[in-house]
């Protein structure tokens, strides 16, 4: 046995090892927390905001036919209108172990110093082997102000029904 037999022999061990080690991990390279997937970042707006926009309570249960409904507090304690909430899910089983991540986009407007429920339902799949879930909001739009606002005028004699009280009177029929 020369040392090329045992080179190659070492070579194909540790590649053995890497296939074995990709094997065990493809579970979770394919959850929403997989191996190539990174935490959802806040906006510059939204962090600076991050603490005064909370998620005070949620509910989030299944209908009939598949449709989840979820019910989310929100309360806003800046002196900014918030829209565009993203809030993020982790569901978890019985164990405490991670199954699945779903994400909302609630397109609402809270204004400032307020507090508001939403509620949302959409067909959506959760793992169905979650027992317990932990949310919280990702990331937020700041309303400002329009850059331009549309004023609508309508000219004066349109817009009125014909002959609203003009002209000749048709002849009553007997």
Known sequence: MTRQYF???????????????SVTQVGSALTPKGLFVS???PSQDAKKMMQDVILTRYQIGE?????IEAEFY??????QSVKNI??????????????DRKGWKLA???SGQNQKKIVSNSKRFVNTGARALNCSITDFQL????FFILDRHVAEGHGNAPDAGHGEQPPAAH
């Open 74 to 79: 929100i309360q806003n304690n800046s002196s």
């Open 108 to 110: 609402e407007t809270i």
């Open 86 to 99: 993203n809030v993020s899910c982790d569901f978890f089983d019985e164990t405490g172990k991670f199954r």
């Open 39 to 41: 935490e959802p970042e």
């Open 143 to 146: 309303v400002k102000e329009s």
């Open 7 to 21: 080179a190659n022999l070492a070579l194909c061990i540790v590649l053995g090892a890497v296939a074995i080690f």
């Open 63 to 67: 209908s009939s036919k598949n449709m």
